[in-house]
């Protein structure tokens, strides 16, 4: 399998976090290289390991945004 290249561009907040440490977060992540989209998963502490999680466009976050209003 591929190696999964990412950068968080910018730490955005915290949604929650669980008794071993992991934290559920939103931010702006460039994945392999690409424009960067908004992104909600768990991370383990110092980021060492992610879970799985959603990437939104800017589009589909101004949506979001829309419906939970």
């Known amino acids: ?15 929650s976090e669980s008794a071993k440490g992991w934290k559920k977060e939103l931010n702006l992540v460039s ?25 939104l466009s800017d589009s589909e976050i101004n949506e979001l945004k829309k419906i939970l209003k």
Do not use: F, S
């Not at 399998?1 to 949604?15: S, T």
């Open 1 to 15: 399998m591929a190696e999964i290249k990412y950068e968080v561009v910018e730490h955005i907040g915290v949604l």
């Open 31 to 55: 994945w392999n290289g690409a424009a960067p989209k908004y992104d909600i998963r768990e991370w383990a502490p110092n980021r060492e390991k992610m879970g799985k999680g959603i990437t």
